[in-house]
Nanobody, 119 residues
Framework: QVQLAESGGGSVQAGDSLRLACAAS?????MSWFRQAPGKEREFVAL????????YYAESVKGRFTISEDNAKNTMYLQMNSLKPEDSAVYYC???????????????WGQGTQVTVSA
């Protein structure tokens, strides 16, 4: 099973930027970012097909977040710009063997990294 490890979270002010990274021990067809705020369900944020040919974004982050990958480093990134307080959550990277926006269909998960955005 592919091991995933996130890094790059932190506490910032509204309007600031952060870049999250997800280091993977191997490759999976579909890699995504999810997030979960306290008391809420885990929600899809962004997806990239390994190889970078296809990306998808949740409407709430479209135009502000960018998902990318570095094949040589087996690392996926999430560049988050114009952060808002409602972006505060634990962010998880996940891998799946097919394209999906549904958390239960992902078989590999990182431990999560906290992002806190203050107004």
């Amino acid at each position: 099973q592919v091991q995933l490890a996130e890094s790059g979270g932190g506490s910032v002010q509204a309007g600031d930027s952060l870049r999250l990274a997800c280091a993977a021990s191997g490759r999976m067809l579909c890699m995504s970012w999810f997030r979960q705020a306290p008391g809420k369900e885990r929600e899809f944020v962004a997806l990239i097909a390994w190889g970078g040919t296809t990306t998808y974004y949740a409407e709430s982050v479209k135009g502000r977040f960018t998902i990318s990958e570095d094949n040589a480093k087996n690392t996926m990134y999430l560049q988050m710009n114009s952060l808002k307080p409602e972006d505060s959550a634990v962010y998880y990277c996940a891998g799946a063997t097919h394209y999906s926006f549904v958390p239960r269909e992902y078989t590999s998960w990182g431990q999560g990294t906290q992002v806190t955005v203050s107004a």
